[in-house]
């Protein structure tokens, strides 16, 4: 049995034999981040200073942003990263995005996805879950301030960050409130996108398209992740009942084109070509 420490990208294991790696690319020290940081304990607890949807912005927001921007696309990191490597990854994914012509502003959201006795999966699960309404409050906060449309990407676990921002703005009556959101190795169930399933209707609701990059020889999530939670993930098989996913749903198939699971996002290696064709 593959260990669940696979299904991270952190220092230790980006270069490991199951996960591959995003190419290391170093992001500048001051890349913009939505982050919540900091904000939970090893067990998985909201400490008492915060609220459920409490968040910063970090880094220059500024001077990154340039005047021509129409969009903003921010890119939710995976499982058992710490803060250097998650303003790492979405820079990497930023320079995928503009190596495909799409140069819009780009920032990454940093969670405690490290948190956890030996960096545990089920404080992982249960911290993504958690996350869903801060992400969601920033969407709402940065709409309602008549801020640049919003795409989320989401890698490995950050797909259930992303899913549980939707069902949140759902929740909350933000209709079509991110122009789409994207799953990267999403490390969430084949099911729960499913119409009469948990994140369904939300996903028809809060997004004007959902769509789901997916590999079915991807290791991290044939192995650890079937071993983690018993079912198979929506990243590797895609839908279970594609007849059943919502109407604003579409599967892409990047078997042939992504050499592992963290290359999803990496310039030149992953399927950053097909991510920026559903933004046109």
């Known amino acids: 049995m593959a260990s669940v420490a696979a299904l991270g990208t952190s220092g230790a294991v980006r270069g490991g034999k199951f996960g591959g790696d995003d190419g290391e690319y170093t992001a500048p020290a001051e890349f913009p981040l939505v982050s919540t940081r900091d904000q939970f304990t090893d067990d998985a607890e909201l400490k008492s ?104 990407i989401g890698h490995s676990l950050g797909a259930k960050v992303a899913v549980e921002t939707v069902a949140s703005l759902h929740e909350r009556g933000h209709e079509d409130a991110v122009e789409s959101v994207t799953l990267l190795g ?46 198979e993930a929506v990243g590797e098989t895609g839908v279970q009942s594609p007849d059943d996913a919502p109407e604003n749903y579409t599967e892409h198939d990047v078997t042939e084109t992504v050499a592992d699971h963290n290359s999803y996002y990496e310039p030149g290696e992953g399927c950053m070509p097909g991510v920026v064709e559903t933004f046109q």
């Not at 490390?187 to 609701?205: H, K, L, N, P, T």
């Open 186 to 231: 999403g490390a969430i169930g084949e099911s729960v996108v499913e119409v009469d399933e948990a994140y369904g209707e939300s996903i028809e609701y809060a997004t004007t398209s959902f769509d789901n990059f997916h590999k079915d020889d991807d290791a991290v999530l044939g192995t650890a992740f079937s071993a983690a939670e018993w079912a």
């Open 49 to 152: 200073e915060y609220t459920e949807t409490e968040y910063e912005t970090v880094g220059d927001w500024e001077s990154t942003r340039a005047s021509d921007d129409a969009e903003l696309v921010i890119f939710v990191h995976g499982w058992s990263l710490g803060e250097t490597d998650a303003r790492n990854a979405a820079y990497t994914c930023q320079i995928g995005l503009e190596e495909n012509e799409y140069d819009q502003f780009t920032v990454g959201f940093t969670w405690d996805a490290d948190k956890g006795d030996g960096i545990g999966w089920n404080e992982g699960v249960a911290i993504a879950k958690q996350n869903g309404p801060k992400l969601a409050q920033w969407v709402a906060d940065h709409n309602d301030s008549g801020g640049l449309p919003v795409r989320v």
